[in-house]
Nanobody, 126 residues
């Protein structure tokens, strides 16, 4: 699976961005999908995950209530809607795919993810 993220950019604190991740090569419906981020000098952080069905979603504690993950399987695309952005959300955001049998599993464990995109930069100014 090849993953290509887009939608990053520079936004003021309190603003919104929507990231997109387009999958190709294999049917994305075979994969749970996740978003992860990494800021300079910091460890990778799990942001959100969505199951193959789209019915199960999990979020990292720092983004709960502000970010929403969704997927459109017909378009082979996963989205991350980010609202009420804070300067501490500044990072490179990566999309990843996890091959999974369970149709309703949405893991935030990055070690389970098999394929990764190249990342898109999100910068939130104060």
């Amino acid at each position: 699976v090849q993953l290509v993220e887009s939608g990053g950019g520079l936004v003021q604190a309190g603003g919104s961005l929507r990231l997109s991740c387009v999958a190709s090569g294999r049917p994305s419906t075979n994969y749970a999908m996740g978003w992860f981020r990494q800021a300079p000098g910091k460890e990778r952080e799990s942001v959100a995950a969505i199951s193959r069905s789209g019915g199960s979603k999990n979020y990292g504690d720092s983004v709960k209530g502000r970010f929403t993950i969704s997927r459109d399987n017909a378009k082979e695309t996963v989205y991350l809607q980010m609202n009420s952005l804070k300067p501490e959300d500044t990072a490179v955001y990566y999309c990843a795919a996890h091959f999974v049998i369970d149709y309703n599993r949405a893991s935030l464990d990055p070690d389970l993810y098999d394929f990764w995109g190249q990342g898109t930069q999100v910068t939130v100014s104060s």
